[in-house]
């Protein structure tokens, strides 16, 4: 148990790591914001980890972190941080319902998991957006005078987009390489 708990942990450290390495070299592609690869990063975590709120909690800390840390937004630290840590915990719930009273409870192994996951990618990117431009609205101002709608649709719409692509890919190939190294099994 303690050394399933271990892997888990360093399988945690090593998404968020690569959460970070994937916000620090996108590029803005000349917007005030980029797409929030890490917060697909997170919802990985989740699903791998979805009976374990904690970890979940945790991961989203971090995720709020390192995106704070990393954020080309001006100002956009404690938003980037309040965003992940509010997100992190509607996603949960959300996540708890498709997985115990939905139609997608009755799916079983990874297509229910992938279905959750590009389900939680699209809700979660618009969310998680929502949240940051607001938060940023009221806290540092919107950059050039840009409005909320301008910027939901700049960057918000896109992640939304590009988010359950990337996600459900990585979560694949993730996945695979947990199975082939022997971490987890497939149910």
Do not use: H, W
């Amino acid at each position: 148990m303690r050394n399933q708990k271990t892997k888990n942990m360093i399988i945690n450290a090593i998404l968020l790591g690569i959460g970070l390495v994937l916000n620090s070299i996108i590029p803005a592609f000349g917007l005030p914001i980029t797409p929030d690869l890490p917060l697909a990063m997170l919802f990985i975590i989740m699903v791998l980890n979805r009976e374990d709120y904690a970890t979940c909690l945790i991961a989203g800390i971090i995720t709020g972190i390192f995106t704070a840390l990393t954020t080309k937004f001006p100002g956009g630290q404690l938003p980037n941080f309040l965003d992940k840590l509010i997100t992190v915990n509607v996603m949960f719930i959300l996540m708890k319902a498709m997985f115990m009273t939905s139609p997608i409870s009755k799916i079983s192994g990874i297509k229910r998991d992938m279905i959750v996951l590009g389900i939680m990618l699209i809700i979660g990117t618009c969310v998680s957006g929502t949240l940051f431009i607001s938060i940023a609205k009221v806290m540092v101002g919107l950059p050039g005078g840009a409005s909320f709608v301008a910027l939901f649709v700049a960057a918000v719409l896109p992640a939304m987009v590009v988010n359950p692509i990337f996600g459900v890919f990585l979560y694949r190939v993730i996945l695979t390489a947990l199975v082939r190294g022997q971490f987890r099994n497939v149910k």
